[in-house]
T-cell receptor, first 115, second 114 residues
């Protein structure tokens, strides 16, 4: 089965810097990859989706890259703000046959942006 | 729109008791999901329903049953609760069971089994 590793459980950065979070996976390459944000006591919220044939995707201050050779996705937040402090989850979707997709979430990286 | 709603928000059960977690969505989505989230384990899929009238097992279905009551509602039942089922349960929905569709999550139910 697919295994996902998010580089660290916690990441602290200074306000205004770029935060970079890593999602590594094993086994076969996923067709799609999603990133979610989760605040304490709340459900995850979708941020971005990237397809395997896309190298990069951007949304405002967010950027996601997808390298199927390295089996890795990087999630960047530029000009980070304290309001960006949250846990970020990556989720891999791989086709498991008969029209079904297997969805696997990483454990998440808790980002703290220090003023 | 309320999005995805879950009831109850908190629940404490004794071992062996049963209960049903309720989930409803008002976005006219076809697919619905139940996950559990444990510290250090990430989100794990329990059951999902691709469309009204169908349900399928996910990664950790043992000890649970589900019912897709109609297009809006998807319930999760614990027939005989065990301490290992202490967790936060999230319901989610998406337009369809395709990876290009984002999932919308509810606020969660925090369940403790003693």
């Amino acid at each position: 089965s697919q295994k996902i590793e998010q580089n660290s459980e916690a990441l602290n950065i200074q306000e205004g810097k770029t935060a970079t979070l890593t999602c590594n996976y094993t086994n076969y390459s996923p067709a799609y990859l999603q990133w979610y944000r989760q605040d304490p006591g709340r459900g995850p919220v979708f941020l971005l989706l990237i397809r395997e044939n896309e190298k990069e995707k951007r949304k405002e201050r967010l950027k996601v890259t997808f390298d199927t050779t390295l089996k890795q996705s990087l999630f960047h937040i530029t000009a980070s703000q304290p309001a960006d402090s949250a846990t970020y989850l990556c989720a891999l979707l791989t086709y498991s046959g008969a029209g079904s997709y297997q969805l696997t979430f990483g454990k998440g990286t808790k980002l703290s942006v220090i003023p | 729109n309320a999005g995805v709603t879950q009831t109850p928000k908190f629940q404490v059960l004794k071992t062996g008791q049963s209960m049903t977690l309720q989930c409803a969505q008002d976005m006219n989505h076809n697919s619905m999901y139940w996950y559990r989230q444990d510290p250090g384990m990430g989100l794990r899929l329990i059951y999902y329903s691709a469309s009204e009238g169908t349900t399928d097992k996910g990664e950790v279905p043992n000890g649970y049953n589900v019912s897709r009551l109609n297009k809006r509602e998807f319930s999760l039942r614990l027939e005989s609760a065990a301490p290992s089922q202490t967790s936060v349960y999230f319901c989610a929905s998406s337009e369809a069971l395709l990876p290009t569709y984002e999932q919308y999550f509810g606020p969660g139910t925090r369940l403790t089994v003693t």
